[in-house]
């Protein structure tokens, strides 16, 4: 038994809690994982997973070995670029997960000069409306756009973005325009929420001490920030979205932006990762690049 890609193919398994998708992420026979974990739990003596017919879970001694092993496999690959100061020698793959727009628009057209210069690295990029689960999908960082929960999870702030409220012209050329925020009344809105179903919050603006909310009315929710932008420019209601996301809309006059000085508060916008030590050269490398690109990104 190799021992140390058995430990490799445990802390996958233990992350994304099935052997299936584990399988699947390492190219990998789901037969083939099953045994180096059967064989590892007997060179260990103890049972490091509970198997269901639907998902895996760690036991107690499980738990204690998955620590272990993240560090244990962190300091080899360490060690495997310890005296390489050529870019060219960092390999292996990042998993990386952001916001969709941030992707295409801004990430995605800087990211050809980081391949170039860092060509053993794959990066796997994710991008989704919905919250990745950092430690279960195995990603090695996360960008996150809001006010952040209580997770664990390490957090580095990259800034904040600028949010105004925007609506179509041909909106406003049916409604009007609202001047103050008791206009809004009679305005209808874009509502969005991850999770549909859930109560709308309303018009939201930061009235220099507190943040404030208005109920508007509105018939269209969506759970999706490209479909949200997409019903604005329909002229289907009254949006409120980082500036840098219309920026291209507002110049052709597709979008206007209303009521300037009700803006809700800036956005902050973090970058979440699982540990602060024992951190792989790459992914370090990766996110002093991050850091870098999001400077002309957010406030």
């Given at each position: 038994m190799?021992?140390?890609?058995a430990?490799q193919v445990?802390?996958?398994v233990?992350e994304?809690?099935?052997?299936t998708?584990?399988a699947?992420?390492m190219g990998l026979?789901?037969?083939?994982?099953?045994r180096?974990?059967q064989?590892l739990e007997?060179a260990?003596?103890?049972?490091?997973l509970h198997?269901t017919?639907?998902?895996?879970q760690l036991?107690q001694?499980?738990?204690i070995?998955?620590?272990?092993c993240?560090d244990?496999?962190?300091?080899?690959?360490?060690?495997?670029?310890?005296f390489?100061?050529?870019?060219?020698?960092?390999s292996g793959?990042?998993r990386?997960?952001m916001?969709?727009?941030?992707?295409?628009d801004?990430?995605?057209?800087?990211?050809?000069d980081?391949?170039q210069?860092?060509?053993?690295i794959?990066?796997?990029l994710?991008?989704?409306?919905r919250?990745?689960?950092?430690?279960?999908?195995?990603?090695?960082?996360?960008?996150r756009?809001g006010?952040?929960e209580?997770?664990?999870?390490?957090?580095?702030?990259?800034?904040?973005l600028?949010?105004?409220?925007?609506?179509s012209?041909?909106?406003l050329?049916r409604f009007g325009?609202p001047?103050t925020?008791?206009d809004?009344v009679?305005?209808?809105m874009?509502?969005?929420s991850?999770?549909?179903g859930?109560q709308?919050?309303?018009?939201?603006?930061f009235?220099g001490?507190?943040?404030r909310?208005?109920q508007t009315?509105g018939?269209?929710?969506v759970?999706?920030?490209?479909?949200?932008?997409?019903?604005?420019l329909?002229?289907?209601?009254i949006?409120q979205?980082?500036?840098r996301g219309?920026?291209?809309?507002?110049?052709?006059?597709k979008?206007?932006e209303?009521?300037?000085?009700?803006?809700?508060?800036p956005m902050?916008?973090?970058?979440?990762?699982?540990?602060?030590r024992?951190?792989?050269r790459?992914?370090q490398?990766?996110?002093?690049w991050?850091?870098q690109?999001?400077k002309?990104?957010?406030?």
């Open positions: 190799d021992k140390i890609h430990m445990f802390v996958r233990a994304l809690q099935s052997f998708r584990a699947d992420s026979p789901k037969g083939s994982l099953s180096q974990l064989s007997n260990m003596g103890v049972r490091l198997r017919t639907r998902r895996v036991t001694d499980g738990l070995y998955y620590e272990r993240r244990v496999l962190a300091t080899l690959d360490e060690m495997d670029s310890l390489q100061h050529d870019p060219a020698t960092l793959k990042l990386v997960d916001p969709i727009s941030m992707a295409c801004y990430i995605l057209p800087l990211l050809p980081f391949m210069h860092y060509p053993g794959e990066l796997e994710s991008s989704s409306d919250r990745v689960d950092v430690v279960r999908e195995g990603f090695d960082c996360v960008v756009v006010v952040l209580s997770s664990g999870l390490i957090a580095r702030p990259l800034g904040k600028t949010l105004i409220n925007c609506a012209p041909d909106y050329a325009t001047t925020p008791d809004l009679s305005h209808a874009v509502h969005y991850q999770q549909i859930v709308p919050t309303g018009f939201e603006y009235d001490k507190n943040s909310y208005i009315g018939t269209v929710t759970n999706s920030t490209e479909t949200y932008r997409a019903a604005c329909a002229g289907l209601g949006i979205v980082p500036e219309v920026k291209q809309a507002l110049t052709e006059r979008l206007v209303i009521l300037p000085h009700f803006r809700a508060e902050p916008v973090s970058l979440i990762y699982p540990h602060r024992n951190l792989t790459r992914v490398v990766f996110m002093e991050l850091t690109a999001m002309n990104y957010v406030a």
